[in-house]
């Protein structure tokens, strides 16, 4: 089956860094979806994009539709405490969504 | 909109015993999710429906059955619970597919479950 390979799959930074992450794909699709989920709750959407070459951002977050549409990027500029969480991307398969296995940040004061 | 909501948040079961998580929707969303998260494993799909009375198997059905008799409402059962069942399971809803903007998932807050 499908299967979205993410990376890294934890990060240790500082706050105030800038943060960069990515998923790829054997296989193509034509939605790929950012979300985040803190600790002891459900995932949240964060970005959605819908065309290849896409940029598009939220706030401090900017996310990228890989041109050849089996990547996507996610960056978080100037990291604050309340990033922490585990960011989750995933991309539209037939009537579901394919998951990658998540990057874990924490964050050091 | 209280959007997607699950009960119960936390159960202990015994080995073998049964059980039902209710999912509730009230964006009249046409899909609906189940999934279950374990440590370093993300997300993995239980059951889906695509519509009122239509239920569909996903990545890790086996132990698990499903109903959708109500739009709003998705059912998941455990008919004879067992450890290898102890996750945390979400709930989640999906306008629908095939149209702009239909493929965002939503997510309840989660059912916290352990069997022991």
């Known amino acids: 089956g499908q299967q979205l390979n993410q990376s890294p799959q934890s990060m240790f930074i500082q706050e105030g860094e800038d943060v960069s992450m990515n998923c790829t794909s054997s296989?193509?699709?034509?939605?790929w979806l950012w979300y985040k989920q803190d600790p002891g709750e459900g995932p949240v959407l964060l970005i959605a994009?819908?065309?290849?070459?896409e940029l598009t951002s939220n706030g401090r977050l900017t996310a990228q539709f890989g041109i050849t549409r089996k990547d996507s990027f996610l960056n978080i500029s100037a990291s604050i405490p309340s990033d922490v969480g585990i960011y989750f991307c995933?991309?539209?398969?037939?009537?579901?969504?394919?998951f990658g296995q998540g990057t874990r940040l924490t964050i050091n004061p | 909109n209280a959007g997607v909501t699950q009960t119960p948040k936390f159960r202990v079961l015994k080995t073998g015993q049964s059980m039902t998580l209710l999912c509730a929707q009230d964006?009249?969303?046409?899909?609906m999710y189940w999934y279950r998260q374990d440590p370093g494993m993300g997300l993995r799909l239980i059951h889906y429906?695509?519509?009122?009375?239509?239920?569909a198997k996903g990545e890790v059905p086996d132990g698990y059955n499903v109903s959708r008799l109500k739009k709003q409402n998705f059912l998941l059962g455990l008919e004879s619970a067992a450890p290898s069942q102890t996750s945390v399971y979400f709930c989640?809803?999906?306008?629908?597919?095939?149209?702009?903007?239909?493929?965002?998932?939503?997510f309840g807050p989660g059912t916290r479950l352990t069997v022991t």
């Open positions: 964006m009249n969303h046409e899909y």
């Open positions: 429906s695509v519509g009122e009375g239509t239920t």
């Open positions: 995933a991309g539209q398969g037939a009537q579901k969504l394919v």
């Open positions: 989640a809803s999906q306008r629908s597919g095939g149209l702009l903007n239909s493929y965002e998932q939503y």
């Open positions: 296989s193509i699709f034509n939605t």
């Open positions: 994009l819908y065309k290849a070459g």
